[in-house]
């Protein structure tokens, strides 16, 4: 729930000046997570957004966000040089450049798997069958990151189609040997009703000269009855290595009143059969005003793993 | 003082909502402290506290705190399995059960000495003759934080009683060899007047198996007059140590209008004749509006120093 | 732009309660900046202020603020005995007493050269000429952080004068030998018209015994059509150097509607014929509302140097 500190201009600004403001809004969230690989312990978690909004004369808007929890991070969001959690776009019409800590044009278009539902512990979207289209899954999909994550990505919305350019920089401007200096992603987006499906499909590509290239495709559809399903596709090819790595994943959901569950299911195929794969699964239960109870299970196996790797989370889930 | 940052919940939520908030306060000091171990140097301190709340639909209440002080400090906020500065709970009727950066339940319920005024420095708590109740002396007396300060506590409070049932892992649920796995804690308090004096009576008990156990009595009466009066008793027996730690304490405190004085004093018994002790004073005038002057002495002395211990603090602290 | 979240003692206080009140205000700044030693590269910056302020019922103010960056730096701004960027203060009449993270008195009120604009990487007072007045340049200009930041200085207003007086500890009170205790700072200023010129001087002097002293001046005057011009020296005595370290500096401004222009210069002789000098100039262009076009330029040169150090930056400015 999102709530806007109201700013009081009238006290302190002269009279016809736009109104800049800055919102509070807040998270936490109490419980049980475990699994086969650690006991099962208290699990604490908190945080607090500071977002800031604004109008210039001519009608742009721009804002900014930050985290408390990524304000103490390192890097340090005070660097301008690198990305510490801060983020700020401006926006007109339909364009909005948004730099910082945002999604690569890849992941910002490209729809993941985890449709409904959610967990404490990001269960069912943390096991090793998950593309996350961001760089996460060994740092060879969806690039983001590369660099120092200062991403400047331009985002265009025109009808039902959203178009986006990203770059981030490998090395603050400087050329790498054998990698490049710039990480470009651009893709595509398209949301309509198709009979009476809602359908999104996303396509993707982000790469970095010297390195690697991603092409990421993902289609979800909303059905009839509270039910929603997915499935996307990714295909990384590295430099130098001979087999690319390709992915595949689906997803379904179900929502009905105040109940939200998820499953999702991937594999990365990293060729010459290496293979990872995972199940996750997040329910929520909404008890209104901001709190809800959630449930999640993750489920990763595959030739990385000796062993089978499972994780729950079971808690309460606040948003102010 | 404390203020809500409004919700402006006309503006971003649907009408019926129930509007949870994020409330920000906060505290400053400034003067002088030293003593006969330190010069008398600047003292300067600000706190920011953001205290979150809401209701669910079905009248069950929730909220979470941190401070920006705790936001900042490691262990780190963000990490779920260890206790960062961060806490939640939710309630329903008498029933609270909250989780994080809370005291167990001997410190919840049994008071403590510091009974009026207060210090910039809390010269008059951080003496050598002060039970806190919660691990700080020593660390064998109270026992919270014996862990990684991520406690669960479930108050249940009925008529002038509450009582409290606390836990903490200690070692993220893993056995520790010679300790266990959980300092578990109960109490139990009753307030009420008796004749015409304000009685607060708590008992309180915190044990780790095969380490120690910490029993701690505390009774307060407020006098007519202003006056107030208490007294506090703690064991704690240490496993494979002969002697239990023995604690007395006292206290005083005195309130008139604008004008808060406290005076305390307490003696650790290790056994064969080894004792701290100490005492503290805390003085405070209320200036209005959130400003007090605030003055503090702290004494220390025993066997475990070779030297007596003073300090003093002096200036002014705010609220907002 | 500045907003305060209203205290809502409406709901929460008893009624007559003077509302002491926590405000949220932003920046963020989004470009790219670079120079003949660096790539050009993505600039992304953001910062929360949280500025407090009460009043006591006798009508003293007072207040504190601290910046989301500086409690996330260190030193720890909850540390007491050091300034980790916290400030306070009390005001009553014309006096302010300020403590913690705030200028020395030579910074206060002598006015510095960049007197129009502003850039996103302050290429315009970063420079290799620029006297700050409060020791960033070399360590031995200002003395301002030659303990441990934690500066408690005096103010008084009185018409059109402005005094103050501050005091450092170098080492928490303790005395350095070859050092002394204290930086010790005495500045006057004075605002008014001369014929239509806003005429701004401000003279200021700071010293620690056996060490080094500053002596300062400036001077600005606003002249008709938008402009301004300036010009400010000082003299640093460090014993045990043979040679003063002079400085001097001027600068020029030009105001119109939304344009804001400044260019400055200065120079430091270090004696001996060693020199180092630079200029900058920042350009800024208010679009409304809190947004703000940003060019600033820096060049450093001189005997420090073995090149000459240019820097630039390009961009976004925004306030909340």
Redesign the interface.
């Known amino acids: 729930?999102?709530?806007?500190?109201?700013?009081?201009?009238a006290?302190?600004?002269t009279a016809g000046?736009?109104?800049?403001?800055?919102a509070?809004?807040?998270s936490?969230?109490?419980g049980v997570?475990?699994g086969n690989y650690?006991?099962?312990?208290?699990?604490?978690?908190?945080?607090?957004t500071?977002t800031?909004?604004?109008?210039?004369?001519?009608g742009?808007t721009?804002?900014?966000t930050?985290d408390?929890?990524e304000?103490?991070?390192t890097p340090?969001?005070?660097d301008?040089?690198v990305?510490g959690g801060?983020?700020?776009?401006?926006s007109y019409g339909g364009m909005t450049?948004t730099?910082?800590d945002t999604d690569g044009a890849l992941d910002k278009l490209v729809p993941e798997m985890a449709l409904a539902g959610g967990s404490?512990?990001d269960d069912e979207t943390v096991h090793a069958g998950f593309q996350h289209g961001d760089g996460d899954a060994l740092g060879i999909t969806g690039l983001d990151g590369l660099g120092d994550g200062?991403i400047?990505r331009l985002d265009y919305a025109y009808d039902a189609f959203t178009f986006s350019l990203s770059a981030e920089?490998v090395a603050?401007?400087?050329d790498v040997s054998g990698m490049g200096d710039t990480v470009w992603g651009i893709a595509g987006a398209w949301s309509g009703t198709v009979s009476t499906v809602d359908l999104t499909v996303g396509l993707g590509y982000q790469a970095v000269d010297d390195y690697a290239a991603t092409t990421g495709l993902g289609v979800v559809a909303g059905l009839a009855g509270g039910f929603s399903a997915g499935i996307d596709y990714s295909n990384t090819d590295i430099d130098g290595v001979s087999d690319d790595v390709n992915h595949w994943g689906l997803g379904l959901g179900y929502e009905m009143n105040a109940l939200a569950v998820g499953f999702n299911w991937g594999q990365f195929d990293y060729g010459n059969d290496y293979k990872d794969s995972g199940y996750g699964l997040a329910a929520a239960y909404d008890?209104?005003?901001?709190?809800s109870a959630k449930f999640g299970f993750g489920h990763s196996d595959g030739d990385s793993f000796s062993d089978e790797v499972n994780t729950y989370s079971l808690g309460?889930a606040?948003?102010?």
């Open positions: 729930m999102k709530k806007i500190l109201f700013a009081t201009t006290l302190v600004a000046v736009a109104s800049a403001e800055v509070l809004t807040g936490a969230e109490m997570f475990g650690a006991d099962t312990q208290f699990f604490t978690d908190l945080d607090v500071f800031m909004t604004g109008e210039a004369d001519n742009l721009f804002g900014a930050i408390l929890d304000a103490t991070d340090d969001f005070e301008p040089s990305q801060e983020n700020m776009f401006i450049l730099m910082g404490l512990a200062q400047a920089q603050d401007g400087a008890l209104g005003g901001g709190l309460l606040m948003s102010f």
